[in-house]
């Protein structure tokens, strides 16, 4: 069998500036360190922090007045902000840089009381933290179908955002949409799906067609794994996410001479290695190719009070 490795796959910048951050607030002040929600959505790196002496809550009520506190890569919205200084929190800021992008384009956007049409998943950790930068602005779109449910009470003033992990051909569709009933809508000046989930879809409808089977690493709660298993799916390829290599069953390798292998952009190298000595050992002898579309070198630097 020929295992094509996608690559980029595996961590985006904003994921490991957001590990390390956790990791290196363990180191600084010793644990307990708490993280308001979970920091990646990535069970397998959720357990190992939790491991070091992270607390995960989904409420700052269940934070002690004067811990360490640092918000996930997905952002929070101000009200968060306010609580963690009620409790005299010290916060250590993960949020990805390309998700604060969005939080700045919804503030400026709000300043000048423009109407906004965030295009998103509702009740994702991003969404919520974005729509808390300018509650009384934004409208929550999911679909073109959600199109019509908008109410705008000025047409010629009317801009659009998006969630930064979604599935880029989906978006667009959104988009184009919202561009044919409101012509004069605005947009960011640069796209706002990350560099990291463009890279890892594209990379995925590039090698989609070489393979018989797509195998996607990553968890159902991260919105980027799982758009890469939809993309898989539109080459009408068996495509299945998994989280990890007990998942795997063997029906699914019947009349398959080709496995693409790729991993969403919260998921650990380590992972994917064992996914592949699954394979290797289902079939002995398989040949393992890494598929390169780009090569990925962005980092972000640390917050300053953690660096």
């Not at 959505?41 to 607390?55: F, M, P, S, T, Y």
């Not at 998700?99 to 000048?112: D, I, L, N, Y």
């Not at 949409?177 to 463009?198: M, N, Q, V, W």
């Not at 380590?270 to 290797?280: G, P, R, T």
Request: include cysteine; proline fraction near 5%; charged fraction near 25%.
């Amino acid at each position: 069998m020929k295992i094509l490795l996608a690559k980029p796959r595996g961590f985006c910048a904003g994921v490991e500036r957001a590990i390390v951050c956790v990791e290196k607030a363990l180191e600084r002040h010793g644990a307990p360190v708490y993280v308001l929600n979970d920091i990646v959505h990535n069970k397998a790196v959720v357990d190992e922090l939790r491991e070091k002496g992270a607390i995960f809550v989904k409420e700052l009520k269940d934070v002690p007045e004067g811990s360490h506190l640092l918000f996930s890569a997905h952002g929070v919205g101000p009200e968060r902000w306010e609580h963690a200084k009620t409790l005299d929190l010290e916060v250590i800021d993960a949020t990805c840089p390309l998700v604060e992008k969005v939080h700045h384009e919804a503030r400026r956007f709000a300043s000048k009381d423009v109407t906004i049409v965030l295009i998103g998943e509702e009740g994702h950790d991003e969404t919520v933290g974005t729509m808390g930068w300018a509650p009384d602005n934004i409208q929550l779109v999911t679909t073109k179908e959600d199109i019509a449910n908008l109410n705008v009470v000025d047409e010629e003033n009317i801009a659009y955002i998006t969630q930064t992990t979604l599935s880029v051909d989906d978006c667009q569709i959104v988009i184009d949409a919202l561009k044919e009933r409101f012509p004069h809508i605005a947009g960011p000046p640069k796209a706002d799906i990350c560099y990291a989930t463009s890279n890892r879809q594209a990379a995925v409808r590039a090698i989609a067609p070489q393979a018989d089977l797509i195998l996607v690493v990553g968890d159902s709660e991260s919105a980027n794994s799982t758009r890469l298993a939809e993309i898989a799916r539109d080459y009408d390829k068996p495509s299945f996410l998994i989280s990890n290599s007990s998942l795997i069953q063997e029906q699914w390798f019947a009349n398959t001479e080709t496995v693409l292998v790729t991993s969403g952009a919260s998921v650990p190298e380590n992972l994917v290695e064992e996914v592949v000595q699954y394979l290797k050992d289902y079939a002995p002898g398989s040949e393992v190719e890494e598929a390169l579309l780009v090569e990925e070198n962005v980092h972000f630097r640390l917050p300053a009070n953690i660096s």
